[in-house]
């Protein structure tokens, strides 16, 4: 084989390899690729990002994700009700308060204001136990993941 042959395989290799990865999003983070695609899109992925850092306790990466969408969307409800739960349950009362009359404002009759007032009553919450119940449930270790449970909420 001579050397402009494996000189051209070895760079489609790397195209290839490059093309894959660009294309697994290997490359960009999660918040690079919601800005990379458009409209209601980017928005969903917004929202889904912001779900799933709030259900793996990661409070301070979730409030980035629904801080994000208020500025896309100022008066969103379910933005307003995640950052208004996620503050509540960070000890943020005051901000939480200030959340819930935001949304019972803009939207008046909302589920998510009780969801805001429930958070708000329960205060600032250990998500240690949230997620250790949460690994016991799904092993089926239903009784110590119900004394996490309560442990959580106490």
């Known amino acids: 084989m001579t050397q402009g042959g494996s000189h051209a395989r070895l760079s489609r290799y790397v195209l290839s390899l490059t093309l894959a990865?660009?294309?697994?999003?290997?490359?960009?983070?999660?918040e690079s690729r919601t800005f990379a695609l458009s409209g209601d899109e980017a928005l969903g992925q917004l929202y889904r990002n912001a779900r799933?850092?709030?259900?793996?306790?990661?409070?301070?990466?979730?409030?980035?994700?629904?801080?994000?969408?208020?500025?896309?969307?100022?008066?969103?409800?379910?933005?307003?009700?995640?950052?208004?739960?996620?503050?509540?349950?960070?000890?943020?009362?005051?901000?939480?308060?200030?959340?819930?009359?935001?949304?019972?404002?803009?939207?008046?009759?909302?589920?998510?204001?009780?969801?805001?007032?429930?958070?708000?009553?329960l205060g600032k919450l250990d998500v240690k136990w949230l997620l250790l119940a949460r690994k016991e449930r799904k092993?089926?270790?239903?009784?110590?993941?119900?004394?996490d449970y309560e442990r959580y909420l106490k």
Not at 22 to 28: P, R
Not at 111 to 119: F, L, Q, W
Not at 139 to 147: D, I, P, V
């Open 21 to 30: 990865t660009l294309v697994s999003g290997a490359l960009l983070s999660p």
């Open 52 to 121: 799933f850092w709030m259900n793996r306790g990661d409070l301070v990466r979730a409030t980035e994700f629904w801080t994000r969408i208020l500025h896309l969307r100022p008066n969103d409800p379910r933005a307003l009700t995640n950052l208004g739960i996620v503050a509540a349950q960070g000890g943020g009362l005051k901000k939480a308060n200030i959340l819930l009359d935001r949304l019972s404002r803009s939207h008046p009759g909302d589920p998510g204001i009780e969801k805001i007032r429930s958070a708000i009553l």
């Open 139 to 147: 092993e089926q270790h239903f009784s110590a993941a119900y004394q």
